[in-house]
């Protein structure tokens, strides 16, 4: 459901700011998401007691150095609105709509065994050139059998396990027998 509302907001923002204002929006609602993480903000913030003015005045004392009118309106929207819990998927909208614009993604490797960053680089060539667009991959050691490449933002995920490449090529040649 927060999904669906923030891509109403993203969409606003993405509207309105220009390219630089609207990485400045993503990492002002990423600090957001990780501000409301906190016990003692969230407590705040979710409490029913404490005014929506008072939190909003909270919140736009914590963005005042961002010196944004479209930020301090969507906050004000966003408060009047009690949809406070809009932050991170916000954060995430922004980013995708950014990666998107830009045609610039990251991706995870998953693997059992150490991968080079010379091989890194290369695969992540390879798949941009096949999608037109840059992929930057890193590697994140797993127990996965195999290789496991996933971009999220571009909804790619390649597997190659070793076990079920050995099943296959015993089911080969035992139908080639």
């Known amino acids: 459901m927060n999904e669906l509302i923030a891509k109403k907001y993203v969409q606003a923002l993405y509207k309105t700011l220009d390219s630089e204002s609207l990485e400045n929006a993503a990492e002002i609602f990423e600090a957001l998401s990780n501000a409301s993480k906190d016990e003692k903000i969230s407590a705040v913030l979710n409490d029913p007691q404490v ?3 008072k939190k909003q005045e909270i919140i736009l004392l914590a963005l005042k150095d961002a010196n944004s009118n479209e930020i301090n309106n969507l906050i004000k929207l966003l408060v009047e609105n009690g949809r406070l819990g809009v932050f991170y998927e916000i ?6 709509v950014i990666a998107d614009s830009k045609k610039s993604y990251c991706g995870v490797v998953y693997s059992d065994t150490e991968i080079e960053s010379s091989i890194l ?18 590697y994140k050691k797993s127990d996965f059998d195999g ?13 190659f396990s070793k076990t079920r490449i050995n099943k296959q090529i015993v089911e080969h ?4 027998i």
Do not use: C, Q
């Open 51 to 53: 005014s929506k003015e």
């Open 91 to 96: 954060a995430k909208g922004l980013k995708k």
């Open 121 to 138: 680089s290369d695969l992540g060539n390879g798949l941009g050139k096949k999608f037109d667009s840059a992929i930057s991959l890193s």
């Open 147 to 159: 290789i496991k490449v996933d971009v999220e933002d571009l909804g790619i995920e390649i597997s």
């Open 173 to 176: 040649i035992l139908k080639a």
